[in-house]
């Protein structure tokens, strides 16, 4: 009897722990359900916070703002952006945004920038973080190092030509080569930082105004016994200064791409609408002045081109609006419609 006595205050000891274990993994689970529910709850109201931001930024055109709004990260892609560790991507719809692929910390800058070929496309929008380390590589009087220079906004952090590289803390570095090749050094002091961290693009050409050839880089893998810059992730071309401000900010190639299609979208778009204008100009002028029959004429064939412009042909875009802002300065010297 004695023995049945103890075995059943066991079992029952045994039951209270049971119950106990239930019953603290049932309130575990309510705690954590209210603190991602809470967190969700939050991430969403500053996504839509950030999404009216992003919308008043991108509308006005060359706008730099700095901006705070309460979230630890934001990671983006191209076609939408994801605070904290929300579960949704919030959609960015039609805006074109340039920005890295990971925000960390509250502080933000955005920036908008017209993109013209030679008319008015969009507006590009820049995302960016003080806390960005950038560093600009050049030759003195190289004409592109010095306008790279010129239309970097003050608010970031760009070294240009340091004599010496040290880590300053930074989450993210970003090298900008103008018109020089990268160089292995640079890396040394960033061997702990993810390849997606430390970052490079050089960018060859004449001016900011032409087509450019980028080249996307990044740093070996953490672990590689030897430190320097892995083969080039992907080339690409930019066209003006809004597209090369986008590739400034972009270290993900297929971002890049992916928002460079978004504007060559509208660009296609818009070039057949002036195109069709100038079909009706040119009917209109026939028998009234052969003069200014002449410019619309001409551009035709150019506004074609530039219709069928994509990723492959963008470098092409230079002399296309080479041609039409010649056909343009044409009509206005003789008082005829311009052609944009």
Known sequence: MKKRGEIEVQFNWILVLVAGAVLFLFFFGIINWAKQSNEESSSTTISTYFDSILTASAVKEETLNQVTIPAKQITFTCNGYRVNNAASLQNIRNKIIFAPTRIEGAE???WSASWNVPFRVTNF???TSPNIRYILRGSSGDLL????QDIFPAELQLDVNPPTIEDENNYKVRFLYANQGVDDADVAPFKKYSAEDITALTITGATIDESLALTFHAKKPVGDPISGWASPVESSTSFARGSLLGALFTEDPEHYVCA???GLSRLNNIAQLYKQRSEELKAYYFSLSSFCESPHFNALTTLDAIAATD???LAGLSGHSFD????NQNARSGSCALIY
Request: glycine share 0%; charged share 20%.
């Open 311 to 313: 990723m492959n042909t």
């Open 324 to 327: 039409l802002i010649s056909e």
């Open 145 to 148: 190092f010095e306008e790279i």
């Open 108 to 110: 933000l800058i955005t």
């Open 125 to 127: 929008l820049m995302v």
């Open 260 to 262: 460079m299609n978004k």
